[in-house]
């Protein structure tokens, strides 16, 4: 590896390392404005699940197994 090698891979990793940084804050910007938005609702509804649940499971025979 010669030394332009070397300056263009420490350059690259200065770049990353900067642009890595400025992401983080950016997102944490994001967070920190979208929480007074999401206010907790006080009375939540019960969430109802897909499916039947008065159905029992029939147990196995030997032939199943």
């Known amino acids: 590896m010669n030394s332009r090698d070397a300056n263009f891979d420490e350059s690259l990793k200065e770049i990353i390392e900067a642009t890595a940084a400025e992401a983080a804050a950016a997102q944490e910007n994001?967070?920190?404005?979208?929480?007074p938005l999401a206010a907790p609702n006080p009375d939540?509804?019960?969430?109802?699940?897909?499916?039947s649940h008065n159905r029992k499971k029939r147990k196995r025979t030997d032939d199943d197994a």
């Open 30 to 35: 994001v967070i920190q404005q979208q929480q």
């Open 44 to 51: 939540p509804e019960p969430e109802s699940e897909i499916g």
